[in-house]
T-cell receptor, first 110, second 115 residues
Framework: DAKTTQPPSMDCAEGRAANLPCNHS???????VYWYRQIHSQGPQYIIH???NNETNEMASLIITEDRKSSTLILPHATLRDTAVYYC???????????FGAGTTVTVRA | GAGVSQSPRYKVAKRGQDVALRCDPI?????LFWYQQALGQGPEFLTY????????KSGLPSDRFFAERPEGSVSTLKIQRTQQEDSAVYLC?????????????FGPGTRLTVL
């Protein structure tokens, strides 16, 4: 049972911000939102995670709505190397597994 | 330092053969995970180790799949009597601790093709 819904694909212009939406309307209070990405022929790579506050690190920003039913991953200045499949994952505090869905295929174009 | 490494990177097996896939986690990482990724899909959990103890093998698709981590470091995923439906990328990941905020570091995967 998918806990998240993401668009299957999106394009982004190089140098512009990429905003990746994720819907997780059934999220529980003890569940975090994680984002991973997978560049072609590589393993998934952690990007960021959050519970209810917005988060920022050197890779991206995560904006979580107040009701926690959706979130947006922001890549501030997309580069060609950001072309990848991006996975939004909901994960409980006591759950060690990562449950990947189909993700969003992001293509950054020059 | 070195990341998670997996070998071989590619494996072609004839149907019915046994295969063994190796994972070298990041040194000192307590937790180790195996995932299976079919073409065009996201990875799916297979099994989890904490040190040498296999705490969860609920994702292993059949009794032909077996994983071990005897000394709490290197892990091997073995598939007996391979079938065509076993063709996939097998990913290994490790993390420092079990806590959910500890990110999992993934290896590049082993692409298994069963003919």
């Amino acid at each position: 049972d998918a806990k998240t819904t993401q668009p299957p694909s999106m394009d982004c212009a190089e140098g512009r911000a990429a905003n990746l939406p994720c819907n997780h309307s059934t999220i529980s209070g003890n569940e975090y939102v994680y984002w991973y990405r997978q560049i072609h022929s590589q393993g998934p790579q952690y990007i960021i995670h959050g519970l209810k506050n917005n988060e920022t690190n050197e890779m991206a920003s995560l904006i979580i709505t107040e009701d926690r039913k959706s979130s947006t991953l922001i890549l501030p200045h997309a580069t060609l190397r950001d072309t990848a499949v991006y996975y939004c994952i909901v994960r409980a505090v006591n759950d060690y597994k990562l449950s990947f869905g189909a993700g969003t295929t992001v293509t950054v174009r020059a | 330092g070195a990341g998670v490494s997996q070998s071989p990177r590619y494996k072609v097996a004839k149907r019915g053969q046994d295969v063994a896939l190796r994972c070298d986690p990041i040194s000192g990482h307590v937790s180790l995970f195996w995932y299976q990724q079919a073409l065009g899909q996201g990875p799916e959990f297979l099994t989890y180790f904490q040190n040498e103890a296999q705490l969860d093998k609920s994702g292993l698709p059949s009794d032909r799949f077996f994983a071990e981590r005897p000394e709490g470091s290197v892990s091997t995923l073995k598939i007996q009597r391979t079938q065509q439906e076993d063709s996939a990328v097998y990913l290994c990941a490790s993390s420092v601790l079990l806590a959910p905020y500890n990110e999992q570091f993934f290896g590049p995967g082993t692409r298994l093709t069963v003919l």
